[in-house]
């Protein structure tokens, strides 16, 4: 029997603009820090990629947050033994585009840079066997998203710990084929950064994100200030021993 740490808790939260170059150990400020930081590379053409024209500043929804964890205590709360997304609740208006990892390692949970290379490493190359991981990829790097919302839970069993993590993205990659290879077409417009950024956005060259187009003033989280709801659950289920994606 597993208890469940820290269970589906929410990612803490301060209120950074795109300029604000300020550190923060916020799980939450580490994972949107994550998202833009690979996206700014991308839309800059450091990413073996060719650059993006249209790449979007990502900021931090606290609806999005909620619904991922609530997503993921309905999850353990139950013994679904469907896919994360047939057992994930979504709301009946809109599905969201996610991406779903979990790791464990004995005598550590993997930490949030761990699940975030599991979404990314396969684009940095452009190649793999394994098509439908492209999935994970395309959501983080999808020009048009610019809401992201996440949730974990942290499990242990005597020495062994399993991260659990699911982010929500709005509105998403279009590309949501299975066993398809995408192209840069699919997530973004290939040209100058910033030159063809969406009405009402635009660049800052003095922003620490110079080629992600931005809302004037943006701020990079959208909550009203720190939630930390903690729900108790407990679970039977294995330790899973590596890193695995998923999303839709």
Not at 5 to 24: L, M
Not at 84 to 93: L, M
Not at 164 to 180: E, N, R
């Amino acid at each position: 029997m597993f208890g469940v740490k820290n269970t589906a808790f929410s990612f803490r939260q301060q209120n950074f603009s795109n300029h604000d170059n300020e550190y923060s150990d916020s799980t939450a400020y580490l994972m949107l820090t994550l998202h833009n930081r690979v996206r700014q590379d991308l839309a800059s053409g450091n990413f073996s990629w060719p650059p993006a024209s249209d790449m979007r500043l990502m900021v931090w929804d606290q609806e999005l947050e909620s619904l991922a964890q609530q997503s993921l205590a309905l999850w353990l709360s139950t013994s679904c033994t469907l896919s994360p997304s047939e057992c994930f609740w979504t709301t009946p208006i809109k599905q969201f585009a996610q991406n779903y990892a979990v790791a464990g390692y004995p005598g550590r949970a993997p930490n949030i840079e761990d699940i975030f290379d599991s979404w990314t490493i396969f684009g940095s190359t452009k190649s793999m066997e394994n098509p439908s991981f492209w999935k994970s990829f395309s959501n983080v790097m999808s020009a048009s998203s610019f809401k992201l919302g996440c949730g974990q839970t942290v499990l242990e069993e005597r020495n062994h710990h399993a991260r659990f993590v699911l982010c929500y993205y709005d509105p998403g990659s279009i590309s949501q084929i299975d066993d398809v290879i995408i192209d840069e077409s699919f997530l973004y417009k290939r040209g100058v950064p910033c030159s063809e950024c969406p009405y009402g956005t635009a660049c800052n060259a003095s922003s620490i994100y110079p080629n992600l187009c931005a809302i004037d003033d943006t701020i990079i989280f959208s909550s009203r200030g720190m939630s930390e709801s903690k729900i108790n659950i407990y679970h039977p289920m294995l330790v899973v021993l590596f890193v695995t994606s998923f999303n839709r």
